[in-house]
């Protein structure tokens, strides 16, 4: 009872963290993300050529993309958490519309506790579902 | 010093591990994934319309492309395992050669440390990196 509560917890502060840094993300601000990230984060997307590994990496990708990212609205499919007591992974589909876009992703991301208590994300790979590919 | 033993004696199990599996992957055999993957795993790749949840249904995705799969030779390009005592994330951009066919991925494995002191995967995550988007 005292673990299910504890990953209760858990779940729900993971789900809230990375919702409130798609806010942002959503109205151009990247930097939502950047600040609940660690410093030896590891981040795909489909447009980078190869990992970006660590804060100083990320940073200058999200630094380009501010203010150009805007959604009418998205929504978390079925989102999943898988945590031990130190680091979580939290799985979903995601889909935002912009006007008459509709756009579909995979995304996964690993939080990890901090020793200061606050969870940060170290892992987090975005990938479009079913690309249509040349 | 004994913290960072426990971790380097982490990313070699947990790299090696995903090395093993990705040989029998690429001479046909994904039973190497369905075994070191746990009951709870969930899956993203380009194919899947959405988020695979469980080993049943990862079993099901393997079963249909049993003998499908044959390369020449793959690379593990920088692996990086991010671990804490019970989970671990593993993230390498992975080269696979068939031919004169060269495919570029990108890569998330996140492995959990099970009761019986064996590392299983609870998440996979492959995407193509770089699509030729239409």
């Known amino acids: 009872m005292a673990y299910a509560q504890e990953n209760k917890t858990i779940e ?3 789900i809230d963290m ?9 109205h151009g601000d ?30 200058a990708l999200y630094n380009s993309i501010k ?14 958490v898988s945590a031990t007591d ?3 992974v939290l799985t979903f ?5 912009s006007g008459s ?14 020793p200061d208590g606050k969870w940060k994300i170290v892992q987090t790979h975005w990938s479009i579902t079913q690309p249509a590919l040349k």
């Open 30 to 59: 990247p930097s939502g993300f950047l600040e609940i990230s660690a410093s030896d984060v590891v981040y795909f997307d489909p447009f980078v050529e190869k990992r970006l590994t660590g804060i100083a990496e990320l940073t």
């Open 18 to 26: 990375e919702k409130a840094a798609l806010e942002r993300w959503n």
């Open 101 to 114: 876009e509709v756009n579909k992703w995979n995304c996964t991301e690993v939080y990890r506790l901090e």
């Open 93 to 97: 589909n995601y889909v935002s519309h």
């Open 86 to 88: 130190k680091m979580a």
């Open 12 to 14: 729900t502060t993971i």
């Open 67 to 80: 203010g150009k990212v805007h959604s009418d609205s998205f929504q978390l499919i079925d989102p999943q």
